[in-house]
């Protein structure tokens, strides 16, 4: 459709990680895909554009995934009574090793990329597979499906089964290459990013070669950090000269600062760490659902806001067992809250307003002026439907806000627009 409209409905957004921002009955003014403003009444000037109005619905931002791994998308909701190492060895690894089959690689990312589009998420940072055909594919069908995403082929060259590994350091910097080439201005929605997969099954010299794909195409970067202790015993063994897990990636540059980078889970970050990724300007990616499954424990998100660090959501799947980042929401509210009362009550539990800034406006944020409804943001929304929550009174805008951020899935989105395009 015409990228120049007016959406019409109960528009909310967030003023600040603390302050939502809600406008009854309003107009959402798109052109040239951005945001122009909202308004209580529409001004003459737009009063010639289509006018879409959504009635009584909902009108929020779309929601960013940080951190999701595609090819797990086959065994969600498996293997969740385990840790996380173990979890990799008995389901992960043997899955992914089965993107090296084309033909099934395209069923079952056919399958996420369907979810994922019919999903409240408009915009994704992915984890692919080591297989670079498989990877260009799941490009495809994600640039296909109108959403905005990074995708990176996962490099990995020890400490993994002979079955996903990479031949050598050399051949791995060559695929890696020779994919960024064919893909980085191929897709207008769909762009690489470098993907370590985490430090312990990257050696020394296939980080040193990242980094110089970081410096060659300017390209971003996003790993793992942090995220189970026992992760972290191993990270200390394998690298003995690093400070703390951060300090791996940073000693080759590949730790933010000249580049954009994520970081996923940071459960166990040190002060130090924290220090160096506020530095750098480093995302954290916070995957409630799938630290609770794996037991990797609850990061204190709402001290990382209070620091002025860069925090977004993510669904993680399938350690998180559902693409719906509407549960993800819920999850860290209830994680904050749990973290709060049995371990550390000088970190406050999250907010609804906090854990909705970081499903919009915090993961917005790595790709731009995204999440938010301001004047030259990009025009991401999605429509709710909440009249099939029943409720045996009427409730105030804020109060049904609350509710479709707890209760709602795939069923409740009437519509989605991704930079100012309706997809459905």
């Not at 065994?75 to 084309?102: H, I, Q, V």
């Not at 191993?234 to 951060?246: A, H, I, K, N």
């Not at 300090?247 to 220090?275: K, N, W």
């Not at 709060?340 to 406050?348: A, Q, S």
């Amino acid at each position: 459709m015409n990228s120049d409209f007016v959406i019409k409905g109960n528009i909310c957004d967030s003023a600040s990680p603390d302050e939502l921002r809600l406008r009854e009955n309003s107009y959402l003014v798109c052109e040239n895909g951005l945001c122009t403003g909202v308004f209580s009444v529409l001004p003459e000037v737009y009063r010639a554009l289509p006018l879409l109005d959504m009635g009584d619905k909902l009108i929020l931002p779309g929601l960013v995934d940080l951190h999701a791994h595609a090819p797990q998308f086959s065994f969600r909701g498996l293997g969740m009574d385990m840790e996380l190492l173990d979890w990799l060895n008995t389901y992960t690894f043997p899955e992914e090793s089965k993107y090296a089959d084309l033909t099934y690689a395209d069923r079952a990312y056919s399958q996420f990329v369907a979810h994922l589009r019919r999903s409240a998420t408009t915009r994704a940072c992915l984890f692919a597979s080591l297989h670079v055909p498989a990877t260009t594919l799941l490009m495809e069908k994600l640039e296909a499906s109108g959403l905005v995403s990074y995708v990176g082929k996962v490099n990995m060259d020890r400490n993994s089964p002979d079955y996903l590994r990479e031949p050598s350091v050399e051949q791995a910097l060559a695929d890696t290459e020779a994919w960024v080439c064919a893909t980085r201005e191929r897709f207008a929605n769909t762009k690489p990013i470098l993907t370590p997969r985490f430090i312990p099954s990257c050696t020394d010299e296939l980080l040193r070669g990242l980094r110089g794909l970081v410096e060659k195409y300017d390209l971003p970067v996003q790993s793992h950090l942090s995220e189970n202790f026992g992760e972290i015993a191993w990270v200390r063994e394998l690298c003995p000269d690093s400070r703390f897990y951060g300090d791996a990636y940073d000693r080759f540059g590949l730790f933010g600062g000249d580049h954009p980078c994520i970081m996923a889970h940071c459960v166990h970050s040190t002060q130090e760490e924290l220090e160096l990724m506020r530095k750098n300007g480093v995302f954290i990616a916070h995957s409630p659902l799938s630290n609770s499954n794996l037991a990797s424990g609850v990061a204190p998100i709402g001290r990382y806001l209070d620091e002025g660090m860069h925090v977004a959501l993510a669904s993680d799947l399938a350690g998180g067992e559902t693409e719906n980042l509407f549960a993800s929401i819920a999850a860290a509210i209830r994680a904050s809250k749990l973290r709060w009362r049995l371990l550390d009550e000088t970190v406050k539990p999250l907010s609804v307003d906090r854990a909705f800034w970081l499903a919009t406006a915090g993961g917005g944020a790595f790709f731009g002026k995204v999440g938010r409804f301001e004047p030259g943001y990009e025009l991401d929304a999605i429509v709710l439907d909440d009249a099939a929550l029943d409720h045996p009174q009427e409730l105030p805008l804020r109060s049904r806000l609350d509710r479709a951020l707890y209760l709602s899935d795939d069923r409740q989105i009437a519509a989605k627009f991704v930079r100012g395009r309706r997809l459905f």
